[in-house]
């Protein structure tokens, strides 16, 4: 696989701490499509809070009803390009900040 191009080269800081809280020994994060739009916070100040992250399901989203056409689809791309992969999931992840508020992210498609 090539490597990623600038703007899309993560930061250190947001490849080892973007899945924090989805478990003890979570996964790097390795490319987000939406980086430009929607950068990931550096926490700042004396004590900066790092949030956290839980995994949620994909429920009555316009991805379930393509989703038996859609799968097959990015197996076949991984598959074109040597991509190894183990599974490839839907997610939402809800995130967690210092002040109790949570925040429902987009659907994703999780490619382990």
């Known amino acids: 696989m090539p490597p990623p191009v600038a703007p899309y080269i993560l930061s250190e800081w ?3 701490t973007y899945y924090n809280g989805i478990s003890s020994d979570h ?20 004590h900066p809070h790092l949030p956290t992250k839980t995994a949620h399901g994909v429920f009555d989203t316009p991805l379930n009803a393509v989703w038996d056409t859609v799968a097959p689809q990015i197996c076949e791309f991984l598959k074109a390009r040597k991509i190894r992969y183990s599974a490839i999931n839907t997610a939402r992840f809800v995130t967690h900040d ?6 429902l992210g987009p659907v994703v498609i999780w490619i382990d």
């Not at 996964?27 to 004396?46: A, H, I």
């Not at 210092?98 to 925040?103: L, P, Q």
């Open 14 to 16: 947001e490849r080892t």
């Open 27 to 46: 996964p790097e994060l390795l490319y987000r499509s939406d980086l430009l739009e929607n950068p990931f916070p550096v926490p700042k100040g004396r």
């Open 98 to 103: 210092e002040d109790g508020k949570n925040t």
